[in-house]
C-alpha cells in the first residue's frame, strides 16, 4: 500500500485526468484511417466493381458453438449436464456489440446492476445472483473492474449455475468466460470501422500472419480505438483504446506455446443516472445529467499470458497456464439523491437533487497458474474422460476512498451545489474533497480438483467432481476524519477451506439428443472481491467475521441437435438455494449474520444455429421465480434484481447474393430493488448488410429502433436509463 495520503484534494489531485499521448494518436490513426478507408470504400463501390462471391456452407451456421473453450470441459456442449449460452464473435457483429454489457444484454437470465464507485466496470447478475466477481478470460479469472470490450474476443460464454468445482469461489449464478482470440494458421487481415450518431466513432483491425520460422508459427495483433457518447444522454462519453498481439508455435511435435498479451484502457464521463424519487425513477427527461462535466472514471487493464500444451501419449495430455495481470482505476464521480421529503406527486421543476461525490483510486494485480492433466481411457467396459489439475494465485487490491457531500442521507461535511431534477446544470465542481479510507488486501489461493465422466452402457454418462480450496486473505485499513487525521486502523487475517461437488447423469437416447440431471455447489467468502468492504458509502466491513456463503443447485435439461446438427435446442428446469445469506444483525449494528435464505426456481428455453448461407437465427427465454427470506425477522419479498421473465432473439436473413437483414428484440421484465420498482421494457433492433465484393461489406445498424426509454442497470441509490436510438454505420476490410 502506498504511504502517500492525501486528506484534503481538489478534483484534480491525484485524481486528474492524464491523457496518455500515445493512446490519443493511436486512436486518431486508427479512427482517422478507417474513414479514409471507409471513403475509399464507397468511391469504389460508385466504380460498379463487384466481384463474385462465394459463401461456403457451415453446418450449425455463425451463430453455434458446439465446444466450450474451456479446457476443463471434456464433453461438446452437447453432452454438457449444464445450461449454457454462448455468443459467437458473428452474432457479436451482426448485432453491433462493443462492449462486454452490450453482449450480456441479450442473454436472457442475465440483468445488468449499476456499479457503485468502487466497483465501476461491469456487474451482471446471472440467474437472480450478483456475478461482479465472476469474470473469466480464457478460464482464468479475471479480476479488475475495468470497461470490458469484445475487440480481442473469438466468443463470450455464459456457463448458468453453480460452477465452483470448475472456477473456484463465486459463482452462485453461473460465470462468465471471454474467450480471445488467438493465432491460426492463415493469413487474415481485417478492417472494421464503425461511424454513427452519439459521434460513435470505432475502428478495429485484426491480423494474423502465419511465419516460416518455425512449423506451426504464427502470430496475431487485434487493435482497437472507440470513442462515442450514449444515444440520448447528455455529457455521457467514453474514449477506449487496446492492443492485443499474441504469438503460437510448435515446441516439437507434441508440444503448442502461446503468448499474449492485451492492454486496454478507458476514459470516460461516466454516466450515474437519475435518483429514485418515491421508489420509482424520475418522470424527466432521458438525456438529463445530474453530474458535473468534471467527472470522469479512468480504468486500465494489462494483461499477461502464457499456455503450453503437451501430448503426453494418445491417451494422455497436459495445459500448463500462467498469467500475470494488473488493473487501474481512478475516478471522480457524482451520484443524484432525492431527499425523502420529495415525490412523484411533485412537479419535477419543484424537486431539488443533492448531488454526492465520490473520488477513489486503486491497483489490483493477480498471479495466477493452472495444470491440468487430461486423460482418455478405459476400465474393463467404462470409458473415462478425466481432468485433474491444481491452481495456485496471488491477489492484491489497495484501494482509496474519498467524498464529498451534505446529502440528506450521508452528510460528509463538504458542501456539494445542488441542482434542479427539470433542468440540471452540470458546470464544473471546484472544491474539495476527503480521503476517508485507504486499505490493502492480499488473497492467496490454493485449489486441486478432479472431474472424471464415465460412459458405460447405451448411452449413458456419469459425471463427478470434487474440488477443494483454500482462499486466506489479510486485510489491512486506515480510516481518517473530514480533516485528514487517522481515526482508526484495522487488519483482519481469514482463511476459509472449501470443498465444492459436482455430479450428473446422462442419458443419450439417440446420438443426437440428450437428457441429464445435475447438482453441484459453490461457496462465497467475505473477501470474495479481495477485499472486506461490502458497503461503498459507508464503507463498513460487515461480513468481515463471517464464513463463505453456501449455494447448491439442482438441473434437470434436454438438449436436442436437428435438422442434421443445423439447430441446436435445449430447455431446463433448475433450482438455485442459497441458505446461510448475509443479512444485516439486529444486535450488531453495521454488520451482518448469515440468516437469510434466498431461492430461486426457474426454466430456460434456447436454441440456435443456421440453415446455410441464407438463415441465421438464435432465440432464448428464461423465466425466474425468485424469493427471499429473512430468517429472523419471519420477512419474505422478492430478490434485487431479479427480472421474472427475460427473452431475446435475432434473425439473420440472406435475401441474395450480396443482402442481410437483421431484426432482433430483447425482452426485460420489471425488476425491484428493496422498495424501488422499475417498468419492464421491449427494445428492437436491425441490421442491413451489403456484400460489395470478397473484401468490402457495408452494415447498418439501428439499436433501440422505436428510441424505447427505459431503465437499464439498478442500484439502491441510482437508476440509469438505456442508451436510446443508435444508429451505426460500418465498412469492413477482410481479406
Do not use: C
Not at 502517500?4 to 481538489?10: E, F, R, S, V
Not at 455463425?62 to 479446457?71: L, N, P, V
Not at 487481415?189 to 518455425?214: C, E, F, K, M
Not at 454516466?271 to 468534471?294: A, K, Q
Amino acid at each position: 500500500m502506498s504511504s502517500g495520503i492525501y486528506p484534503i484534494q481538489t478534483p484534480d489531485i491525484p485524481f486528474s485526468k492524464k491523457p496518455d499521448p500515445l493512446r490519443k494518436l493511436m486512436t486518431r490513426v486508427l479512427i482517422g484511417t478507417g474513414a479514409n478507408l471507409l471513403a475509399a470504400g464507397m468511391v469504389h463501390a460508385q466504380d460498379g466493381a463487384v466481384e463474385e462471391i462465394i459463401v461456403e456452407d457451415t453446418v450449425g451456421g455463425a451463430y453455434r458453438i458446439d465446444q466450450s473453450s474451456i479446457g476443463k470441459f471434456t464433453e461438446p456442449l452437447l453432452d454438457t449436464p449444464q445450461s449454457v449460452t454462448t455468443i459467437s464473435s458473428q452474432l457479436m457483429e451482426d448485432r453491433n456489440v462493443m462492449s462486454l454489457d452490450d453482449a450480456l444484454r441479450n442473454v436472457p437470465g442475465i440483468t445488468l446492476g449499476a456499479g457503485e464507485f468502487s466497483w465501476q466496470g461491469n456487474n451482471p447478475f446471472i440467474r437472480g445472483f450478483s456475478s461482479r466477481n465472476d469474470m473469466f478470460l480464457d478460464g482464468m479469472r479475471d479480476l479488475g473492474s475495468y470497461a470490458r470490450d469484445p475487440f480481442n474476443l473469438e466468443s463470450v460464454e455464459v456457463l448458468l449455475g453453480p460452477s465452483s468445482m470448475v472456477f473456484g469461489r463465486g459463482s452462485t449464478g453461473g460465470v462468465i468466460n471471454q474467450s480471445t482470440k488467438k493465432p491460426i494458421d492463415q493469413e487474415l487481415r481485417r478492417l472494421h470501422v464503425n461511424l454513427g450518431n452519439a459521434s460513435t466513432a470505432r475502428a478495429t483491425v485484426d491480423l494474423n500472419q502465419p511465419l516460416d520460422i518455425g512449423s506451426g508459427t504464427a502470430v496475431r495483433l487485434n487493435l482497437l480505438a472507440h470513442s462515442s457518447d450514449v444515444p440520448g444522454r447528455d455529457t455521457v462519453e467514453t474514449e477506449r483504446f487496446g492492443i492485443a498481439p499474441s504469438l503460437s508455435t510448435e515446441l516439437g511435435s507434441a508440444t503448442r506455446l502461446t503468448l499474449s498479451y492485451m492492454h486496454l484502457e478507458s476514459d470516460s464521463i461516466p454516466d450515474y443516472g437519475m435518483p429514485w424519487i418515491s421508489n420509482r425513477p424520475p418522470r424527466v427527461d432521458m438525456e438529463n445529467f445530474y453530474g458535473f462535466d468534471t467527472d470522469y472514471l479512468e480504468t486500465e487493464a494489462d494483461v499477461f499470458s502464457g499456455i503450453l500444451e503437451h501430448e503426453v501419449s494418445r491417451a494422455w495430455s497436459l495445459n500448463a497456464q500462467l498469467r500475470y495481470a494488473n488493473y487501474g482505476r481512478r475516478s471522480f464521480i457524482t451520484e443524484p439523491q432525492v431527499g425523502p421529503s420529495f415525490s412523484q406527486a411533485d412537479a419535477p421543476d419543484s424537486v431539488t437533487v443533492e448531488r454526492m461525490i465520490f473520488t477513489g483510486q486503486s491497483d489490483e494485480s493477480m498471479l495466477q497458474g493452472q495444470l491440468n492433466l487430461r486423460g482418455d481411457f478405459t476400465t474393463g467396459n467404462v470409458e473415462h474422460a478425466l481432468i485433474t489439475g491444481i491452481e495456485l494465485a496471488s491477489e492484491a487490491s489497495d484501494p482509496s476512498f474519498g467524498f464529498a457531500s451534505q446529502t440528506p442521507y450521508f452528510d460528509y461535511g463538504i458542501p456539494v451545489p445542488a441542482t434542479n431534477l427539470a433542468n440540471p446544470v452540470a458546470g464544473s465542481y471546484t472544491g474539495i474533497t476527503a480521503t476517508r479510507l485507504t486499505s490493502d488486501a492480499d488473497s492467496d489461493t490454493v485449489a486441486a480438483y478432479l472431474l472424471d465422466t464415465l460412459k458405460f452402457g447405451d448411452g449413458w454418462q456419469l459425471s463427478l467432481g470434487l474440488r477443494w480450496d483454500r482462499f486466506e486473505t489479510g486485510y489491512a485499513e486506515r480510516r481518517l476524519d473530514v480533516a485528514g487525521l487517522q481515526t482508526s486502523s484495522n487488519r483482519f487475517d481469514t482463511s476459509d477451506s472449501e470443498l465444492s461437488y459436482r455430479t450428473a447423469l446422462v442419458y443419450k437416447p439417440v446420438e443426437n439428443g440428450t437428457l441429464y440431471i445435475g447438482w453441484g455447489t459453490s461457496f462465497n467468502p467475505s473477501a470474495e472481491s479481495v477485499s472486506f468492504i461490502n458497503s461503498g458509502r459507508g464503507l463498513t466491513i460487515g461480513d468481515v467475521a463471517l464464513d463463505p456463503e453456501e449455494n447448491e443447485s439442482l438441473e434437470f435439461g434436454i438438449k436436442w441437435s436437428l435438422l442434421n446438427d443445423r439447430l441446436l435446442v435445449d430447455g431446463a428446469v433448475f433450482r438455485i438455494t442459497k441458505d446461510n445469506a448475509r443479512v444485516a444483525d439486529p444486535l450488531n449494528p453495521g454488520f451482518n449474520t448469515l440468516a437469510g435464505r434466498q431461492e430461486i426456481k426457474g426454466l430456460s428455453l434456447n436454441m440456435s444455429g443456421g440453415f446455410g448461407d441464407i438463415l441465421h437465427f438464435t432465440a432464448g427465454y428464461t423465466r425466474l421465480d425468485d424469493e427471499q427470506r429473512n430468517t429472523i425477522k419471519g420477512t419474505t419479498g422478492r430478490i434485487n434484481n431479479v427480472a421474472q421473465n427475460s427473452f431475446s432473439f435475432w434473425l439473420n436473413w440472406a435475401t441474395g447474393e450480396r443482402f442481410d437483414f437483421g431484426i432482433g428484440t430483447r425482452y426485460m421484465d420489471d425488476r425491484v430493488f428493496g422498495a424501488k420498482l422499475a417498468d419492464d421494457y421491449w427494445a428492437l433492433d436491425a441490421m442491413m448488410k451489403y456484400q460489395f465484393s470478397d473484401t468490402v461489406t457495408y452494415k447498418l445498424n439501428l439499436t433501440n429502433l422505436t428510441d424505447e426509454y427505459y431503465f437499464d442497470q439498478l442500484h439502491p441509490w441510482h437508476v440509469i436509463p438505456g442508451p436510446g436510438l443508435g444508429a451505426v454505420f460500418a465498412v469492413n476490410f477482410d481479406y
